[in-house]
């Protein structure tokens, strides 16, 4: 075994034992935003054994680091409970969960259905490929309408959140 | 390989870590006391040897030490025991990426001073800053402290806020070097450039003194807003005075490290001093020049010591020589940080905010669009 394959299985172990931990910790939601964050960076750590390092930088600062900080800025301040939803509420979101939870592993079976052949075919990658000098020119150049729309819509978002949260300071 | 690696990394420990943040917290007491009038820590003494206070960091270690480690009632043992490490480890590692002298070639062996020479070496600090910010959240968390849930939130706000615009206002930099890459952006200040130049360029005139007038081709001469703004918003992220509203000691006491005590209290406040050096050796490389010579570059600092000495003790020399301008650069901004800290008050919570979202965001931005035009002109 190489240093990669056991680094991978260290890793790869990690992110499912922390995944779990995150789904089955229901008391304490601060301890399910940690598992998120171990998870992150152990996928973080699988990318970085796939020389994809571009992406594990992104996926440990925006997914590992921002959004699970955000996260658990919202834990930490509102502190809810499940009893302070209404009990229909809680039957939606049940339901919403088990359509997603059906959904991913309809997606898995699949794709472990597919041929495995298909996937395993090795090519080589050009020089240099996945980093940042290639994704910012691919992103600028041929799919920088689909990037202006992309940043139109987080504007939205925004804007709409903003007059949400205006509203209930008014 | 292996073992070149692990000599770095012995070399960076002992150094960096065990070796400056120590002096540090020295510095920061006599810099307080000449800022104050007074004399300053010069009380530990073993047997009236007092080392101008240098005793003082030993000192320290053995009453954190030998402190007791209290847990409060009602906290989350297992979050509030590792939170000090989640806050120390990201400084650490940090130090993997920085430059402490350039590549050299000693016959067949090649020298580089860095531990990990990655191509997005930047990327890579900003993506463990991302994770330290955790240490002091989880740690304000699980103390069961109102005072210090207040702390915690208010550092996960000023975190989150100052991470998007540090790195905003360093994209400056990348644009005019061309690179994430630590090393090669010290590689690329390693020259000098014409101070009165574009008369050359674009009027056509030629005076002779035109190429005696050089500056360093430094990040802070290409960058200079983008210095003020970096230095503002990483000093920010380490969460010392004036930023220290998660500390806040006259609102919430002592903020997210109330409840900790001993050694874990000691961790937070190592990792505070290890990202000043940090902050102080990522400035020094973005901005002044890294291990570069003002206005001497390797090849001239090689030939011109090779031509008496020979070329393997001139290229020795030369790896001491630039190893002693990094210290020397990271020193001063360790002092210029200081120097901020005893100078400023503490700043409101919204002030904090105001100063990240109204002022720096759309300055950093507009910084780039600048940069973006005038490489545009100057490059065609």
Redesign the interface.
């Known amino acids: 075994m190489t240093v990669e394959t056991i680094l991978f299985y260290i890793f790869g172990s990690l992110a499912v034992v922390s995944a779990l931990g995150m789904v089955l910790n229901i008391r304490n939601a601060v301890a399910s935003a940690m598992s998120l964050v171990v998870t992150m960076v152990s996928l973080g750590a699988i990318y970085l054994l796939l020389e994809a390092y571009l992406v594990a930088a992104i996926q440990i600062m925006v997914y590992g680091g921002a959004i699970v900080v955000l996260f658990l800025f919202v834990v930490m301040l509102l502190n809810l409970s499940t009893d302070e939803f209404p009990p229909g509420r809680q039957r939606l979101i049940k339901l919403a969960f088990v359509i997603a939870g059906v959904t991913i592993l309809a997606q898995v079976l699949i794709a472990l259905g597919r041929d495995p052949l298909l996937a395993a075919q090795p090519q080589t990658v050009p020089e240099g490929f996945g980093g940042y000098r290639q994704l910012g020119i691919a992103l600028y150049t041929d799919y920088v309408l689909l990037v202006e729309m992309a940043s139109l819509l987080l504007l939205a978002a925004i804007v709409g959140a903003l007059i949400l949260a205006k509203r209930k300071i008014d | 390989m292996p073992i070149e690696a692990i000599v770095k990394v012995l070399f960076i420990f002992a150094v960096m870590v065990m070796g400056l943040a120590p002096i540090i917290t020295w510095i920061e007491r006599k810099q307080s006391a000449v800022m104050q009038d007074r004399i300053g820590a010069n009380r530990a003494d073993l047997g009236g040897i007092t080392l101008l206070g240098l005793l003082h960091p030993a000192a320290d270690v053995i009453k954190l030490m030998t402190k007791e480690d209290v847990v409060p009632d009602g906290a989350?043992r297992v979050?509030h025991l590792l939170s000090p490490l989640i806050a120390a480890v990201p400084a650490i590692i940090a130090f993997a990426v920085i430059p402490f002298g350039g590549v050299y070639q000693f016959g067949d062996t090649t020298l580089n001073l860095v531990a990990a020479d990655?191509?997005?070496g930047l990327?890579?600090i900003?993506?463990?800053?991302?994770?330290a910010?955790?240490g002091t959240?989880?740690a304000?968390?699980?103390s069961n402290n109102n005072w210090s849930?207040l702390g915690?939130?208010r550092a996960?706000?000023q975190?989150?806020s100052y991470?998007?615009t540090m790195g905003l206002t360093v994209v400056g930099v990348f644009m005019v070097f061309q690179t994430?890459r630590l090393s090669d952006m010290a590689l690329a200040q390693d020259t000098s450039f014409r101070i009165f130049g574009f008369l050359e360029l674009y009027l056509g005139l030629n005076w002779g003194w035109i190429d005696w007038l050089r500056l360093p081709a430094w990040g802070i001469f290409y960058q200079p807003l983008g210095f003020l703004m970096f230095l503002a918003a990483i000093m920010a992220e380490n969460k010392r005075p004036p930023f220290d509203i998660p500390e806040g000691e006259s609102e919430i006491i002592a903020g997210y490290h109330l409840e900790y005590s001993g050694m874990r209290f000691g961790l937070f406040f190592m990792s505070e001093f290890i990202e000043i050096i940090i902050i102080a050796a990522l400035t020094a490389t973005i901005f002044l020049g890294g291990w570069a010579v003002p206005l001497l570059s390797t090849d001239a600092i090689i030939g011109g010591i090779s031509s008496v000495m020979g070329v393997g003790f001139a290229t020795g020399l030369c790896v001491l020589i630039h190893f002693a301008t990094f210290m020397l650069k990271v020193i001063f901004m360790i002092w210029v940080q200081m120097l901020l800290r005893w100078s400023l008050p503490r700043f409101r919570y919204d002030q904090v905010m105001n100063l990240c979202w109204k002022i720096l965001l759309p300055l950093s931005i507009a910084n780039i669009f600048a940069t973006g035009l005038v490489l545009l002109w100057v490059k065609g």
């Open positions: 989350n979050m990655i191509d997005w990327l890579y900003f993506a463990i800053g991302s994770i910010a955790y959240v989880i304000g968390w699980s849930m915690g939130l996960s706000a975190m989150i991470e998007v994430l």
